[in-house]
């Protein structure tokens, strides 16, 4: 009698360059350029532009890495400018209440800031609610990409008050992504927590380096 054939999954793995809120920093985006040559993917988290301004040099040093990227607007530049300033960048993928697929690893992404912010007509901004329309299709997502942190997580100002997005963390503990790539709240940037199973990181300028595991 034959011996029934034992099948054993084995775990995808992706290794991610993350990073956020560069604000026109050159010396930081080829920092970035230089990293991407040792992963996998580019996560980009929001906010390569200040107050709407020089966001095509920024992409314009990014759009060398030859890896897939992916990013989401922050509240310094809209989701049209940012597709824009990225039709030079054929790697590229700008998210923004939409997903893609890449190499079995699946991403969602929301940008502008969210909650609406007091920064006046040049921020990217989103109501909660306007949030979780834009968040209605992000079931089973593996990495979930925003500007905004959930509320709660990462999200600490320099004053300790928590300035993340309610529908974020909705939506983080509904559909429970492996990860989420933040930024936006500069005081907690480089820091990361769990929310439930998944892991929050606000990626901040430097850039880090994770290595996504999907089990």
Known sequence: ??????????????????????????????????LASNVD?????????S???????????????????????GNAESVEELTEACRQWPTAHVLHGTPVNIAGVSFFGIGGAIPITPFGSWS???SEDDARALLANCSHVDVLVTHSPPKGVVDVSSRGDHLGSAAIREAVEQYR?????????????????????????NAGPLGLIFEFIDR
Request: charged share 25%.
């Open 1 to 34: 009698m034959m011996g029934r054939l034992a099948v054993r999954k084995v775990d995808l793995k992706m290794k991610l360059l993350l990073f956020s809120d560069l604000h026109r920093d050159r010396e930081a985006a080829e920092a970035l350029s230089t």
């Open 41 to 49: 993917v580019v996560v980009g988290a929001g906010d390569f532009a």
């Open 51 to 73: 107050l709407r301004q020089g966001l095509a040099t920024t992409i314009e040093v990014l759009q060398e890495i030859d890896r897939p990227a992916v990013l989401v607007p």
């Open 124 to 126: 990217y901004d989103f």
């Open 177 to 201: 992504p492996e990860l989420v790539v933040c930024g936006h709240i500069h005081d907690s940037a480089g820091k990361q927590a769990t929310l439930g199973p998944t892991t929050v990181i």
